[in-house]
């Protein structure tokens, strides 16, 4: 999948890119690019304008930022990577899911195609990472499963979890001590008053969910029909 060589902050950039946009529809912005990042707006100016020398991404002066098709493509190879080697991590190594994210961000840049490719016939090619995303074959295809945010489904809706954010090592945590993992049923009760908590059942347990966690939780629904989003 990859073409050609590139430097790690140029291949972090498109990564990030793809990742903002992969969930939602909305392409992501230089201002939520550096929050994403981590650096000064000025420094995600001058990246995206050399990623647009390179032709990786399409961007005018105060626009949102797209990638091109070689943009994409360099970016779910480096998805594939980062996914591929968390998944490892977690299986073989016995890493938590909430430590593996910084560890793959290191390992990504300096393992070779051949190394990736061996790990994930030893992994059985994996379809998904231990946090639900979609780990993009070696020809650059996902499969993107049907999927709503929690928070946005109403009272009466039942499914199972099939992605949960990464973004936050505490959120992990914090949902790894309340037992609620990938593949886990829910069923939603409904909202607390004046735009309170949302309450959730899983399996014999039931938790009131501030909108951070039921946002970081993607839900697969059985029942009703989906896509409605509570009154707050």
Request: some cysteine.
């Amino acid at each position: 999948m990859k073409q050609t060589p590139t430097s790690s902050s140029v291949e972090d950039y498109v990564k990030v890119i793809y990742s903002f946009t992969e969930w939602q529809d909305k392409p992501i912005s230089s201002t939520q690019l550096a929050t994403r990042l981590g650096v000064a707006n000025s420094s995600v100016s001058e990246m995206v304008r050399k990623l647009k020398d390179q032709g990786l991404v399409n961007h005018k002066p105060y626009s949102a930022i797209r990638l091109t098709e070689p943009g994409l493509a360099l970016a779910l190879s480096m998805v594939r990577r980062h996914r591929l080697l968390e998944t490892y991590l977690v299986q073989e190594l016995g890493y938590s899911w909430d430590e593996v994210h910084d560890e793959a961000e290191l390992l990504e840049h300096a393992v070779s195609d051949t190394f990736i490719e061996r790990m994930s016939a030893k992994l059985g090619h994996p379809t998904r990472d231990p946090h639900g995303d979609p780990i993009p074959d070696a020809d650059g295809h996902v499969d993107m499963p049907d999927a709503f945010r929690m928070g946005e489904l109403d009272a009466g809706h039942r499914g199972r979890i099939i992605r949960i954010s990464d973004h936050d090592p505490e959120l992990l945590r914090y949902l790894d001590e309340q037992h609620i993992a990938l593949d886990a049923a829910v069923h939603i009760i409904g909202r607390k008053p004046f735009g309170g908590a949302l309450i959730v059942e899983f399996g014999p347990q039931t938790l009131d969910l501030s909108d951070e966690v039921a946002d970081a939780l993607w839900v697969a629904t059985t029942s009703p029909h989906a896509g409605c989003t509570i009154p707050g």
